[in-house]
């Protein structure tokens, strides 16, 4: 009955190569967030979508895409893999009109 | 934009002994404020957020907060530590329902036995 999940837990890859994330939540949440924890602890947001549609986007490289085929679901894909986008990323979803947001585990990502 | 600052990077503290870790946040009208822990290698958990009301905000594990809007600190506080209670802890804050967190730095409570 976890609440917000992620896979994988961890991902190792190559420079170069394409990778995906995914995010579920069983919350009934209608809005979801990915944030990247970088190697100094810091966590900064990077997306967040409402009902399916990207509401934020931050400065983030065009190699990530996020992606929500549903409400449940919000899946975060690179391109071409490099070696400073490795970090720790972060899920979290919330319920309009509610101020608190629930986290995934986390992904590691090390890309060497 | 909002923005959090965490004092300390490390506090390291006895076991059995009090703790505070320091959060102040940018002024703005009205604030969401948060506590997460994070245990090595795990995800991040509540602790305790003020939204309204009372300033005095208890949370999980015996953690309590207290919301200061003059001088817009929300510092985390603990009577009385365990080794259990050593983690990562960041303060988060928000000033709109749906909006992303901002997040301060972390502060590492290193609890020694």
């Known amino acids: 009955d976890t609440a917000v999940s992620q896979t994988p837990k961890y991902l190792v890859t190559q420079m170069g190569n394409d990778k995906s994330i995914k995010c579920e939540q069983n919350l009934g949440h209608d809005t979801m967030y990915w944030y990247k924890q970088d190697s100094k602890k810091f966590l900064k947001i990077m997306f967040s979508y409402n009902n399916k549609e990207l509401i934020i986007n931050e400065t983030v490289p065009n190699r990530f895409s996020p992606k929500s085929p549903d409400k449940a679901h919000l899946n975060l894909h690179i391109n071409s893999l490099e070696l400073g986008d490795s970090a720790v990323y972060f899920c979290a979803s919330s319920f309009h009109g509610e101020e608190t947001q629930y986290f995934g585990p986390g992904t590691r990502l090390l890309v060497l | 934009a909002q923005s959090v600052t965490q004092l300390d990077s490390q506090v390291p503290v006895f076991e059995e002994a009090p703790v505070e870790l320091r959060c102040n946040y940018s002024?703005?009208?009205?604030?969401?404020l948060f506590w997460y822990v994070q245990y090595p290698n795990q995800g991040l958990q509540l602790l305790l957020k003020y939204l309204s009301g009372s300033t005095l905000v208890k949370g999980i594990n015996g953690f309590e907060a207290e919301f200061n809007k003059s001088q817009t600190s929300f510092h985390l506080r603990k009577p009385s530590v365990h080794i259990s209670d050593t983690a990562e802890y960041f303060c988060a804050v928000s000033d709109q329902r749906n909006t992303p967190l901002v997040f301060g730095k972390g502060t590492r409570l290193s609890v020694i036995a």
């Open positions: 002024s703005s009208v009205s604030v969401y």
